[in-house]
C-alpha cells in the first residue's frame, strides 16, 4: 500500500520559497520565510508546529484564501500566483474542501442544507443535489440526520457535517485546520478515522493542521514548522 | 446561477423571520401611507368634481357690481327680470335662466321655527342647478305670473318645520307671508363649501319681489350653458349683451360679473390636488426613511453574518454571488414589504372612504408606481451593504466571533 503510493506519485502542490510578509518596514513580520515543499497526489500529510508558527497561514496560502508575498505556488502545475481573484475562487469551487476547527457550519441551516451549499455554487441541480448530498452524509455515518439543525448535533456530529459538506463536491484535497481542535480524545479519533478512510478509499490528498501528535500519527507524512520555516519532513516513520 | 442565488436568499429570510419582519415594517408604513394619500386625494377630488357637476353643469352666475378695484360704487344698477329674458333670448347656446333673489327668513310652522334661504326665482331655478321635487309639483304659470302665495322647501327645512309629517298643503310663515308648500326638492346632501343645500326654500320671483323684498330687483342670474356648448362663448355673449343693456361706452369697465363654475371647480380641484401632493411627498419621506431602515438592518446583518459570508466565499463562492444574494435578499424584502404596504393601504383607504364620506378611487398607477418604488429602495439600500459584504476577506470573516 505505501509503496504503490511512492511509486505512482504525482506532485499536485509544490510550494518553492514561499514567504508571507505582514505589514512594512520596521513593522513588517516575517510570517513565512521561504517554504520548500512537495505534496503528491492521495498524500495524507499533517502540519505541526508550536502556535505562531505560521503553519495556518501555509495553510491559507495552499488553500488559495490568501496569497504569499513571494514564491511559486503550483497546483497540478498551474502557477497559482498568475491566477486571478476569480480564478484562484474557481480553484476552490472545484478542486478544494475545507475542514475548519470550529466546524463553521450555517447556523438555523439542516445537516442536508449546510452539505448542498458547495452544490448550489457548483450549480447543480436540486435532484442530483439532494442525491449527493444525501450520500455524503452517509459517508460520515449521519444517516437520519439530515434535518437536524447545527445546534442539535453534537460537536462530533457537526465535524462530521463539516467533513462531509467539505467531501461532497469531490474535491482533489481537503484541507483540514484543527478539525480535531474542539472535540474529546474519543470523537477526536472517530474524525481522524474517517479522515483516513476518505484518504485511502477515495484518494483525496488530505493536508491537516495540528499540533496534537496522537492526531497527526494518522497522517503518513508530518512537516513540522518553527518559526516561518519547515524544520523536518517526515514520511512513513523516517526522517527524510 | 439566477435561480440559486434567489433560493439562497429566500432561505436565508425564511431563516430569520422576525429580522424579516422589523426590516419590512419602515417600507409597509411609507409604501401604506403614500397609497392611502393618493387614494384618498383622489376621491376627494372626485367628490368636488362631483358636487360641482351636481351644482349645475356648464353654469354661468351673472351678478352686478364689479369685480375689481376699490371704491365699488353703490351706484351700480341692479338686474331686472327682463335682463334675464333678454339672456334666455339673445343667446344662443343657453339652456336655461334662472333669475334669482334670496335673503335669510325664519320660516315658522305651527310651534316650530328654522331660519333658512329664502329664494326668488322660476321653475328654471330647478334645471339650472340640478333639483328635482320628490313629492308635489313644480310653480304652475298662474301663480309665478300672479305672485302666489305658494312655495316649494328642501329637505332640511322639511324635517326640522313638519318632523314626519305629511307636509303638502299645509302653510308656514315666511314673516309676513303665509304660503302653502307644493312641493320637496329630492336632498342633495352637502355641497363642496359644507353648505347644506337643502336648507332652502323656493317662492316664485314675484311673490318674493312683492311680499319680502319689495322692490323689482334681481339679485343674480343662474345660466345654464347647453351641454356640448361652449361655457366661454356664452360667457362672452352674456357680457356684450349686459354692456349693451347697462350703456357702458368702451372705455368703461364692465359693472357687473359673468363667473364660470368651472373657474370655480377647477380653483377648488386645484386646492385639493395640492394637498394631496402635499401629503403624499410627506408620506414619501416616510418610504425614504423606510429604506434606510432597510439599509440599516442590511449592514448589521452583514456583520452578523460575518462569519456566514466567510463560509461562502471559503467553499467557493464568487464576490458578485454573495453581493449578489444580498441584494435579492433586500429586494425581496422590500417588495414583499411593499406588497403588503399596498394591501394595507387599499382596506385602509376603503374604510377611510367611507368614514370620511369620500368615494373610492382605485388608482393603479400609483399602486405600480409605489411597488417599484419599493423594489427599488431594495436595490439602493441593499447594495451598500451588499458591496461590504462581497468585499470581506474570507480568512478575516472566518476568524470573525
Given amino acids: 500500500m505505501v509503496a504503490f503510493n511512492q511509486i505512482d506519485t504525482h506532485p499536485i502542490i509544490e510550494l518553492k520559497g514561499i514567504t508571507k510578509v505582514y505589514g512594512a518596514g520596521q513593522a513588517a513580520m516575517h510570517a513565512l520565510r521561504g517554504i520548500d515543499l512537495i505534496i503528491n497526489e492521495g498524500e495524507f500529510l499533517a502540519v505541526m508546529g508550536p502556535s505562531g508558527s505560521s503553519k495556518s497561514t501555509c495553510m491559507n496560502i495552499l488553500g488559495c484564501l490568501d496569497t504569499p508575498t513571494s514564491g511559486s505556488y503550483k497546483f497540478k502545475g498551474i502557477e497559482v500566483g498568475r491566477l486571478d481573484h476569480k480564478q484562484r475562487t474557481r480553484l476552490r469551487r472545484f478542486y478544494f474542501g475545507f475542514v475548519f476547527q470550529g466546524y463553521n457550519l450555517l447556523k438555523r441551516t439542516s445537516a442536508l442544507e449546510n452539505v448542498e451549499l458547495p452544490l448550489i455554487y457548483r450549480g447543480i441541480t436540486a435532484n442530483i443535489r439532494r442525491a449527493r448530498a444525501l450520500q455524503a452524509l452517509e459517508a460520515v455515518g449521519l444517516k437520519g440526520w439530515e434535518s437536524h439543525m447545527p445546534g442539535e448535533l453534537s460537536g462530533g456530529q457537526q465535524q462530521r457535517v463539516a467533513i462531509a459538506r467539505a467531501i461532497v463536491t469531490d474535491p482533489s484535497v481537503l484541507f483540514a485546520d484543527e478539525p480535531t481542535g474542539n472535540l474529546d480524545t474519543a470523537r477526536s479519533h472517530e474524525i481522524m478515522d474517517l479522515l483516513t478512510r476518505l484518504n485511502r478509499d477515495r484518494g483525496i490528498t488530505i493536508v491537516m493542521v495540528t499540533h496534537e501528535p496522537d492526531m497527526a500519527m494518522y497522517a503518513k507524512r508530518t512537516v513540522h514548522f518553527l518559526d516561518g520555516r519547515v524544520e523536518s519532513d517526515n514520511q512513513n516513520g523516517r526522517i527524510l | ?401
Wanted: glycine share 10%.
Fill in chain 2, 1 to 401: 446561477m439566477l435561480l440559486n442565488t434567489i433560493i439562497l436568499a429566500l432561505r436565508e429570510l425564511k431563516r430569520n423571520v422576525m429580522r424579516s419582519v422589523l426590516t419590512i415594517l419602515g417600507i409597509v408604513i411609507g409604501v401604506g401611507a403614500v397609497i392611502t394619500m393618493v387614494t384618498i386625494g383622489g376621491g376627494a377630488t372626485a367628490q368636488v368634481k362631483e358636487q360641482i357637476a351636481s351644482m349645475g353643469s356648464n353654469l354661468l352666475m351673472v351678478t352686478p357690481g364689479k369685480r375689481f378695484g376699490p371704491g365699488q360704487s353703490s351706484s351700480v344698477p341692479l338686474f331686472k327680470l327682463d335682463d334675464g329674458e333678454a339672456i334666455a333670448r339673445e343667446v344662443s347656446s343657453i339652456a336655461a335662466v334662472a333669475p334669482v333673489s334670496s335673503q335669510s327668513i325664519k320660516a315658522i310652522f305651527g310651534n316650530q321655527n328654522w331660519t333658512t334661504q329664502v329664494t326668488g326665482s322660476s321653475n328654471q331655478y330647478f334645471r339650472v342647478t340640478n333639483r328635482t321635487i320628490r313629492t308635489g309639483r313644480l310653480f304652475s304659470d298662474t301663480e309665478l305670473r300672479s305672485g302666489a302665495a305658494v312655495c316649494i322647501v328642501g329637505e332640511t327645512v322639511r324635517k326640522k318645520l313638519f318632523g314626519g309629517q305629511e307636509c303638502l298643503g299645509l302653510n308656514i310663515r315666511l314673516e309676513k307671508l303665509s304660503c302653502q308648500v307644493i312641493g320637496v326638492l329630492e336632498a342633495k346632501g352637502q355641497s363642496t363649501m359644507g353648505m347644506d343645500q337643502d336648507d332652502i326654500v323656493v317662492i316664485p320671483l314675484r311673490t318674493f319681489q312683492r311680499r319680502i323684498s319689495g322692490n323689482q330687483d334681481v339679485a343674480m342670474f343662474q345660466v345654464s350653458v347647453q351641454q356640448g356648448a361652449s361655457t366661454e362663448k356664452a360667457q362672452q355673449d352674456i357680457r356684450l349683451l349686459m354692456r349693451e343693456r347697462r350703456h357702458l361706452s368702451p372705455s368703461d369697465d364692465d359693472n357687473f360679473n359673468v363667473m364660470d363654475m368651472k373657474e370655480i371647480a377647477n380653483m377648488l380641484t386645484g386646492t385639493t390636488r395640492l394637498l394631496t401632493a402635499l401629503l403624499s411627498a410627506v408620506a414619501a419621506v416616510s418610504l425614504l426613511v423606510g429604506g434606510i431602515g432597510i439599509m440599516n438592518i442590511m449592514l448589521v446583518s452583514v456583520t452578523e453574518r460575518t462569519r456566514e459570508i466567510g463560509i461562502r466565499l471559503a467553499i467557493g463562492a464568487f464576490e458578485h454571488e454573495v453581493l449578489f444574494q444580498f441584494l435579492v435578499e433586500a429586494v425581496v424584502l422590500s417588495s414583499f414589504g411593499g406588497l403588503i404596504g399596498i394591501v394595507l393601504a387599499l382596506s385602509a383607504s376603503v374604510w377611510l372612504a367611507s368614514t370620511l364620506r369620500v368615494p373610492f378611487v382605485f388608482n393603479g398607477g400609483i399602486v405600480i408606481v409605489a411597488f417599484l418604488f419599493s423594489a427599488a429602495v431594495g436595490v439602493i439600500f441593499g447594495y451598500f451593504p451588499a458591496m461590504k459584504a462581497a468585499r470581506l476577506d474570507p480568512i478575516e470573516a472566518l476568524r470573525h466571533e
